[in-house]
């Protein structure tokens, strides 16, 4: 057990719906980061998250947004959902802001949009 | 180019078997590579990493080589136990970035 939870563990939604997705990072740990994980994209850096604040963007498309709030707990919001944001979405979190610092990741989220 | 090209896509070892998943990247910048761990229904888990500047590194059973002018790096792991069986990722890091990239996947069977 990693220390980061995350829930839902399944959801299952129609296109065009909104959801959001709630990670707790490691009891000390400052960071979150986000992860989208599909078979044909394999594992992608969405979003970083530091103390409250944004710190890195990866691929995180338009549509979809994320924030880090005083308890530095995170939520990642996915809206106007499509038939390929189906994917598991993975949350980690780190005790200091460096990538370099080992990241413990949660047990992830499966999102299927039917 | 921020892509890592990991191969094989799938691979299967007899127990007491040695391992071995090669990456490749083309970005010069890269100056992490971690390798993740991750078993079916559970999240990556950080296995062992490596910085450039050294050639080699081992923790247990798990090797990691760097070979820099080559751009490439793998993960041997030796004495192959049915308990390794899971999905390696390799990945990078960019100097000054906290973007990491990683590689699509290995998938290991280790037979008992």
């Known amino acids: 057990d990693s220390g980061v939870t995350q829930t839902p563990k399944h959801l299952i939604t129609a296109t065009g719906q909104r959801v959001t997705l709630r990670c707790s990072p490691r009891s000390g740990d400052l960071s979150v980061y986000w992860y989208q994980q599909s078979l044909d994209q394999g594992l992608q850096f969405l979003i970083q998250?530091?103390?409250?604040?944004?710190?890195a963007k990866g691929n995180i498309l338009e549509r979809f947004s994320a924030q880090q709030f005083p308890d530095l707990h995170s939520e990642l919001n996915l809206s106007s959902l499509e038939l390929g944001d189906s994917a598991l979405y993975f949350c980690?979190?780190?005790?200091?802001?460096?990538?370099?610092?080992?990241?413990?990741f949660g047990p992830g989220t499966r999102l299927t949009v039917l | 180019q921020q892509q890592v090209k990991q191969s094989p896509q799938s691979l299967i070892v007899q127990k007491g078997g040695i391992s071995i998943i090669n990456c490749a990247y083309e970005?010069?910048?890269?100056?992490?590579f971690p390798w993740y761990q991750q078993f079916p229904g559970k999240g990556p888990a950080l296995l062992i990493a490596?910085?450039?500047?050294?050639s080699e590194k081992k923790e247990g059973r798990f090797t990691i080589s760097f070979n820099k002018s080559a751009k490439q790096f793998s993960l041997h792991i030796m004495d192959s136990q049915p308990g390794d069986s899971a999905t390696y990722f390799c990945a990078a890091l960019p100097g000054g970035s906290e973007k990491l990239v990683f590689g699509k996947g290995t998938k290991l069977t280790v037979n008992p």
């Open positions: 980690a979190s780190s005790v200091g802001g460096s990538t370099y610092n080992e990241q413990f």
């Open positions: 490596i910085r450039p500047d050294v």
């Open positions: 998250y530091y103390n409250g604040e944004e710190r």
């Open positions: 970005n010069t910048a890269f100056d992490y």
